[in-house]
Nanobody
Framework: QVQFVESGGGLVQPGGSLRLSCAAS????????MDWYRQAPGKQRELAAR???????NYADSVKGRFTISRDSAKNTVYLQMNSLKTDDTGVYYC????????????WGQGTQVTVAS
């Protein structure tokens, strides 16, 4: 098992930037995929960005060109750099991973709140 702790959220104005961090309790080298999800108020959790251990990366259309996911194996940390933030990006952001392609996610953490407002 592995635990994840998200941090870096906060209040930012539209057009601003934030960098979220996801610290893992052990090495993430072997984890098949690391994801950043987000959940807006009253909505379902949605996938924002995906980082495969192969190096491949996927983004939701809504964040493409603005968000960047990266994996730092030396620090057991996954980052989400968020630029040009919009009010629609407001929500709780969670990271998680799957050890293998068809396995379940690890336990979810508490997430970190991102609020984009003027």
């Amino acid at each position: 098992q592995v635990q994840f702790v998200e941090s870096g959220g906060g209040l930012v104005q539209p057009g601003g930037s934030l960098r979220l961090s996801c610290a893992a309790s052990r090495s993430i080298d072997s984890i098949y995929v690391m994801d950043w999800y987000r959940q807006a108020p009253g909505k379902q959790r949605e996938l924002a960005a995906r980082n495969f251990k192969s190096g491949a990366i996927n983004y939701a259309d809504s964040v493409k060109g603005r968000f960047t996911i990266s994996r730092d194996s030396a620090k057991n940390t996954v980052y989400l750099q968020m630029n040009s933030l919009k009010t629609d990006d407001t929500g709780v952001y969670y990271c998680n991973g799957k050890p293998l392609p068809y396995s379940a996610y690890y336990a979810w953490g508490q997430g970190t709140q991102v609020t984009v407002a003027s």
